[in-house]
């Protein structure tokens, strides 16, 4: 199994070098010339949707909860949909219309250059948590296949993907995501069923594990975490999933705005699907596996498992868990990349750069962001920790000035900054005082985008109306 990933992960890198002999400028580099069709832009959405959370993620939430696991990954395709059809269409026509490569370059339009800069800050260092936990679970995948430590998984995944991202950002991505979501889809499609008639099918697995002491009885129920359980992920995923620069900026890359409903809508309505797949084998898992200390290993454990699995679809699922750790982490890191890059480095050291420097400069950002990505990863451990301080950074800092930024001219550069600046500390107080558990139903996460909204609100009350690019004081998308 080793030899195949390894080879399955040569392949990618050979296929993303020959893609990037196409790439010659900075514009191919950061949104693919914007030619993505309708096949290449929901490929590379679900390739960076399909990551280390939806998958060792998922099947780690579901051992433990079970099927109420649904909500990590249905949050992920409910705020794909909300990005395919209301924030999605208006952004784009934005970054068409002038020309727009990063969320900080939107940001700049519509507010001014501090934004635009404390943005990518912000961005950069939540981004650097979510990298580490795809290069987690690539960790955790070559410990359970090889036998290799941890942290040289880690770092092989950080070197494949800093490699062929960095050869052809956008473009090269988009194609080599093709071959990855081809792997996962048939892997997943062969992997339930089969691993279901492993343990005899729906109703034994549901006869084994309701018959244990151990097991809560709300393990079958999707409502099973409860309310507040539902809204801790809801809050702070389902905006996340259209807020994200990451994927805002491979949106820009679309051949046109029909092309950005039909992808990003269809990929929404797949991960909505999908989403019982890897709960579903984490529950197997614990049929197979009752007593594992480190349920992160749910999922690489039931793949190796050749009572479960025959040795070859073990191993193309494997190659599918790694190809979708790999594709998330070369979103993440064209995310951080590129605005480190162009949001921060560009209008604050260079602003003249050339094209050509441009496209030279990303890339040495890049293969810095991949290193520290790697320290990162071998200091958390912990894929779901990661994620979820990536995800609470982003939410309570962007949500606000970016969707009431692109419905409304009346806010200002005031009141975007005030909310980012604010959101973060109250945030943190809020998850202090509560020990994480926050007030009832309301999350910390959802009290940090009421803190930022409150705040944004306060100070757009007491300012004069906003700049626009057209001048006569029309909202954005108008």
Known sequence: MATFILLYAAALVALGFYVSRRVKEAGAFYVA????????????????????????????????SGLSAWWWVGSAGLGSLLLAFFVGPRIY??????????????????????????????????????????????????????????????LLGGVIVTVYFTAGGLLSTAWVNVAQVAVKAVGFCLAVPWALGAVGGWDVLHATLTARPSVDPAYFSITGIGLEGILRYAVILVPAFFVSPGLLQKLYGARDEPTVRRAVGAQGVFLLLYSFMPVILG???????????????????????TGVLPAWLGGLMLAA???????SADAVLFMISTSVARDWVQPVLRPSISDESLLRLTRVVAVLSGAAGVILAIQLQSVLAALEIFYSLLVVTLFVPLVVGLYSSRPTAGAALASMVSSVPFTFAVYRMTAGQGWGILTP????????????????????RAKTTNGEGQGFGR
Not at 445 to 461: D, K
Request: some cysteine; proline content about 3%; aromatic content about 10%.
């Open 93 to 154: 026509r934005l970054a068409a219309q002038h020309n727009l490569y990063t969320v900080g370059d939107y940001l700049e339009l519509r507010y001014n250059r501090a934004v635009r800069l404390l943005m990518a800050s912000v961005l950069w260092l939540a981004s650097l948590s979510i990298l580490a936990g795809q290069l987690i679970a690539i960790g955790i995948v070559m410990q359970v296949v090889a036998g290799v430590p941890q942290a040289w998984g880690c």
């Open 33 to 64: 010339g914007r030619k993505l069709s309708t096949p290449l832009l929901f490929a590379t959405f679900l390739a960076a949707n399909l990551g280390a959370g939806t998958t060792v993620g998922a099947a780690e939430f579901g051992y433990v």
């Open 283 to 305: 529950m197997v898992a614990l049929v197979r596996f009752p007593d594992l200390e480190a349920t992160g290993l749910a999922l690489p454990q039931l793949l190796a498992d």
């Open 445 to 464: 996460a959802a009290l940090g985008i009421i803190g930022s909204a409150l705040i944004f609100a306060l100070f757009s009350a007491r300012s004069p």
């Open 321 to 327: 868990i790694f190809s979708a750790e790999v594709s």
